[in-house]
């Protein structure tokens, strides 16, 4: 089942503060990146890097690995099939087809149940079952009050094992993805938008380079065989985790494994991913109709979880942001202070919003991954000193690392806050099965436990090892795509008006921060036209 | 830290029927313990033991919304006001609660609708006691400059823009605008885009705002998970039982009878799937009628994934990609409505056609019981699989507590649902669900042209 696309009345209501191929495919290695932008004073400090982003296999559990989380004294009952399948295993020219593929077998029915009928069946039961991709991973998740088990195990296997492949459905659900990419995320969504086009210039010629739901021309190629074939190749044992939680027991475990064991055990190999450039300096500019300027930026980090200085350098940006918290450096910065936008966010992994919450997906894990800040919508004039404001407070964080009562705040914040971030059984699944592919057992209390030994200069020590201002890009949404590009060849200093009296010591800090180069190179700056955006 | 909860599964068992079983008692309806108190000075205090060892959900409902914004050019106010109650008191200036909250890793933030708005914070017991402390000191204390306020006001605009990328905001604004022409709900909660564009002008109004509404007496506290309620209860008494503010009151409109029906049509500038909408005016929800309860029932029952309209527009004949009903919950007549995301421009007359159909049929008294039945079971373990966690608890009773304005609204609203009857969806469509009192907003990517 889906949650509808649009927001309904009700949602508008309440608001808040708040590839692959299926055979490895030759990647030409990317071109010799260009000579570096002016560095910054941080860059000045930080060691040399390497120029490619190495493919680090994650690592691969048995195949059908079951994880359990048992709670006897549950009446829910949980399920998470996590695929190591994902995008990057779309054949070239039909991107979009695992994803679409996951959703026809989701939603569109089994031999036994039309997809009216599976409607029919799960609703009484208000379980929920749904799919979804991501680059490397696809998850069918699945929830049910005991009352109902039998029938619904019997559904959500089906749905995997005897899915009905009907020309109807899978004709609905491919124009529903393209609608999806032509309305929903060119038009109607320009902060996704803008992470979508940074995650295209970060990872060019790269299977992580398409957006997930397609691009234009895949979508319109596929046809019902096309999907029957790649499910068959994708969605096998030696690519399955089994997650179950809630009110478990040995039975409905044997159960579970006996009947995905009719799975096909292997299919298509692994896709090879190719080296990334960790060159900075490029910016792609978005061009459609909008009331305000989107930005976000990032670059490709070897830094993944189970790598040293991951934990260090994840507190050091929840410290500059944490996701839709208000206790952020940007946020109090750029908002509080100056009043910009709504908000700003830095991540040390890629991150994507679970959905009813401000929590990170858990199950998008990748192979190679980005470092990125996000900067929700600036009036335009405002745009290029937003975009300044973040890498200044980037940049300083790097020079000058973290204040010793602010570390010791952010200690505390995560100290508490990870604890939420488990608080459900789809959640504790998913960092558990994300634990097996990063190799990073009991991810969170390993995190904890290394908060509490950080200090300040291990944090700094790390920050400046791995964290570069020089090496971001960055991806801007607005109207005005020309004038914008303009300014970003042609750097003039930023100046910004405030519409009440500001202190002295913050107009002073303006003034660096608006004459803070960008590391962007005149050459790597692009316009795309939103309405061509992802069309091939 | 004393651990008061009562094991999940003894609480849940008493609603875990299977959807044929009798109905169950009222008080099952909603499945743990719940203690209120009422404070001197009004302020009401919701607690709800639950299975959360070491975590709190700490929530305040104030009774006020964009209802409330009565007086010209103030529409959006009740949100941004929301946002300013996050700017210090003079025991705890602007910056000073965010180190609180950083200190125990609370998930704090707010939101507010057409008629509350709740803040809540979501984290680790041991903060308790200091959530308490500086909680009320910022409701009875608020104090914040004028500059402050006109910085937060464009944060404010912010996220109008945020949001404004979606037709779904243009749609609401529009629907609201046409079917009301005195209630504030004309208006959405964000509010016309040029009053928002005024507020940093209306700090003095800010603070009538806050003197009005921000009292005890309009204002419930919702506390759920570990805690220990003694001590809880005594620090609540100590450090909201000195708030002495009375409410204050305006005079909402009332909104007139539509006689006839009205129409809206939105040209939208850029690529996007058509809509269509319905909007019936339809009764508050009050707990002595079962008026919110047949409504809730009637968008399942009209638009649902298992309604023939779904079957036939979505599945089989691919008109429309989404159908969504919202029935939501209001203090005062609001609307009831239907959503088509439309295929294509030619799906528009006949998703229309097929509305009209859906309804004509109800009102000749055809229902199909099984599938109300099949709604009501929806209903109840839809509350069950969405009460996992303590702050999934109390955003629950928060939100029905603070529209009912009772306590109990969430068991009692659910035991309203269980009871709805076939011949109650005949009744109430016949009453409400009229041509006259009906608004229709089409909505159509203005390149193809649009059609009114």
């Known amino acids: 089942m889906r949650s509808p696309r649009v927001p309904s009345l009700v949602l508008l209501a309440a608001l808040s503060l708040g590839g692959c191929a299926t055979t490895p495919r030759a990647e030409a290695p990317p071109a010799p990146p260009p000579p570096p932008p002016a560095p910054t004073q941080a860059a000045a400090e930080t060691p040399a890097v390497p120029a490619t982003v190495p493919a680090r296999p994650l690592r691969t559990p048995e195949p059908a690995r079951l994880v359990v989380q048992a709670n006897p004294a549950s009446p829910l009952v949980s399920f998470r099939l996590v695929f190591h399948t994902g995008s990057v295993d779309d054949p070239r020219g039909k991107e979009g087809l695992t994803a679409l593929a996951a959703t026809v077998l989701a939603e569109g029915g089994t031999q036994k149940l039309t997809s009216a009928q599976v409607l029919e069946t799960l609703f009484p039961m208000a379980a929920e079952f749904n799919a979804s991709t991501d680059k490397e991973f696809t998850v069918f998740a699945g929830r049910v009050h005991k009352d109902f088990l039998p029938p619904f195990l019997e559904l959500f296997t089906d749905v995997l094992l005897h899915p009905r492949w009907s020309p109807q459905e899978f004709e609905r659900l491919r124009t529903r993805a393209l609608s999806d990419l032509r309305n929903g995320l060119r038009a109607e969504d320009d902060e996704t938008l803008g992470k979508v086009a940074l995650d295209a210039l970060l990872f060019e010629g790269h299977p992580y380079a398409h957006f997930v739901g397609g691009t234009e021309k895949g979508l319109e190629s596929l046809t019902l065989e096309d999907v029957k074939a790649h499910a068959a190749r994708v969605f096998t044992q030696d690519r399955l985790v ?146 300044r404001g973040a890498v200044y407070f980037l940049d300083r964080m790097v020079r000058q690392g973290i204040p010793a009562e602010q570390f010791r705040l952010s200690r505390d914040f995560l100290l508490g806050y990870t604890r939420l971030w488990e608080q459900t059984d789809q959640r504790r699944l998913g960092y558990a099965i994300d634990s097996l592919f990063y190799g990073t057992p009991d991810y969170l209390e390993q995190y904890r436990a290394a908060l509490a030994k950080m200090t300040p200069e291990s944090v700094h020590a790390a920050v400046k090892r791995q964290l570069r201002p020089e090496a971001l890009n960055f991806a801007f949404v607005t109207e005005d795509a020309e004038g914008l590009a303009k300014q970003l060849r042609e750097p003039s200093p930023s100046t910004i008006t405030y519409a009440s009296p500001k202190a002295p010591a913050l107009l002073e800090e303006d003034k660096a921060v608006g004459a803070l180069p960008l590391p962007v190179r005149p050459d790597a700056v692009r316009i795309v036209p939103a309405r061509a955006f992802m069309e091939k | 830290m004393r651990h008061r909860f009562i094991p999940l599964l003894l609480l849940l068992m008493g609603v875990a029927l299977p959807v044929a079983a009798a109905e169950p008692a009222a008080a099952s309806f909603f499945p743990y313990p719940m203690q209120v108190d009422r404070l001197p000075n009004g302020l009401t205090v919701i607690r709800v033991p639950f299975n959360s060892p070491g975590l709190i959900a700490y929530q305040t409902v104030v009774r006020v919304g964009s209802r409330n914004e009565v007086e010209p050019g103030r529409t959006g106010f009740a949100h941004f006001f929301e946002h300013m109650m996050f700017k210090g008191t003079k ?62 006001a464009l944060a404010v605009l912010g996220e109008y823009h945020k949001n ?250 659910l035991q309203k649902v269980s009871e709805v009857k076939p011949s109650d969806l005949v009744t109430f469509a016949r009453r409400h669900l009229t041509a006259a009192n009906r608004t229709v907003l089409t909505l159509t990517p203005a390149p193809a042209g649009g059609q009114k």
């Open chain 1, 242 to 387: 089994i997650g179950l939680a809630g009110g478990v027991d040995e039975a409905l475990q044997k159960d579970v494994v006996a009947r995905l064991s009719a799975l096909p055990a292997t299919g298509a190999p692994r896709v090879e991913l190719p080296p990334v450039s960790t060159q900075g300096g490029r910016a792609v500019v978005v061009q459609k109709p909008t009331l305000s300027t989107g930005v976000s930026l990032g670059y490709v980090t070897p830094l993944r979880r189970g790598d040293p200085d991951f934990f260090p350098v994840s507190f050091a940006l929840s410290y500059l942001g944490e996701h839709r918290q208000l206790g952020g450096v940007l946020f109090n910065e750029l908002r509080e202070k100056r009043g910009l936008n709504y908000g700003d966010y830095a991540y040390a992994e890629h991150f994507i919003q679970d959905s009813g919450t401000t929590y990170n997906r858990t199950n998008v894990a990748r192979t190679q991954q980005d470092i990125s800040v996000w900067i929700r919508p600036v009036v335009p004039v405002n745009g290029m000193f937003a975009t």
């Open chain 2, 91 to 152: 025991n705890h200036p602007e910056g000073e609660r965010e180190k609180v909250i950083a200190t125990y890793g609370f998930d704090d933030n707010a939101f507010t609708t057409d008629d509350i708005t709740v803040y809540y914070s979501y984290g680790p017991t041991a903060g308790l006691g200091k959530l308490v402390e500086i909680e009320a000191d910022r409701f009875r204390h608020l104090e914040y400059s004028e500059p402050s306020f006109q910085t937060e």
């Open chain 2, 164 to 413: 404004a990328a979606s037709p779904g905001l243009k749609v609401a604004e529009e629907v609201a605008r046409t079917a009301f022409t005195k209630h504030p709900y004309g208006h959405t909660t964000l509010g016309y885009y040029d009053d928002i564009k005024a507020m940093p002008k209306a700090y003095d109004y800010s603070r009538t705002f806050f003197e009005r509404w921000y009292t005890p007496d309009n204002v419930l506290l919702v506390i759920v998970g570990d805690f220990d309620d003694a001590a809880l209860m005594a620090s609540v008494r100590e450090h909201y039982g000195p708030w002495d503010r009375q409410s204050g009151s305006v005079t909402v409109p009332t909104e007139p009878s539509q006689t006839q029906e009205r129409s809206v049509h939105v040209d939208w500038p850029q690529s996007t799937q058509p809509r269509l909408v319905y909007a019936w005016h339809t009764p508050a929800a009050k707990l002595d009628t079962a008026n919110a309860a047949i409504q809730e029932v009637l968008g399942s029952y009209l638009v649902g994934p298992t309604s023939p309209l779904y079957k036939s527009l979505v599945l089989d004949k691919q008109q429309a990609q989404e159908l969504t009903p919202d029935a939501s919950l209001h203090r005062d007549p609001s609307l009831f409505s239907v959503e088509a995301l439309l295929s294509d421009e030619a799906s528009l007359a006949p998703v229309r056609a097929a509305f009209n159909a859906a309804v004509k049929e109800l009102v000749t008294g055809k229902v199909d019981a099984a599938r109300v039945e099949s709604i009501k079971s929806n209903t109840r373990y839809g509350l069950l699989m969405g009460m996992e966690t303590a702050k999934d608890v109390a955003l629950q009773v928060s939100w029905y507590a603070g529209i009912y304005g009772a306590p109990d609204a969430l068991g009692r609203h």
